[in-house]
């Protein structure tokens, strides 16, 4: 009868837990987007105008 108590207390640890690691995963995420947000500000792969000009300057 006690386990039975026991057992039942214990029914929302897992969402909580699985709460507190995705929590983890998003604060991690946004660290590191804030770190490399320089990088990433810096590297523009849609620049196609650009890339053009790049490889005409390069052929003359």
């Keep these: 009868m006690v386990l039975n108590l026991f057992l039942q207390d214990e029914i929302g640890q897992g969402a909580a837990e699985y709460i507190l690691l995705f929590g983890g995963v ?35």
């Design 26 to 60: 998003i604060v991690i995420a946004i660290a590191t987007l804030l770190i490399y947000k320089g990088y990433i500000e810096d590297v523009n792969p849609l620049n196609a105008s650009a890339d053009l000009n790049k490889v005409r300057d390069g052929l003359k």
